[in-house]
């Protein structure tokens, strides 16, 4: 299945509290719930101004639903063709 890159234009996304990223992670499962396992969210990055997640979903059009349903911004959804790390350059 994809996997896709979601860059999420969050202004101040860095000050974020705890306890404001838990309730936004409990309402993006609870969105996952909803749309079942097809789409799973693997792992975010919490940056200034935006959060970067990583997605499994069989295309982009069910990311950008999860946004949708979520009330999340989806500003720029992106495939991931590959990956590599430095083992692939031995």
Known sequence: MPKFVIER???????????????ISQKSCGVLRELGPQVQWVQSYVTDNKIYCVYIAPDEAAVRKHAEMGGFPANSVSEVRSVIDPTTGE
């Open 9 to 23: 234009e969050i202004p101040g996304a860095g000050k974020l509290s705890p306890q404001e990223l838990r309730g």
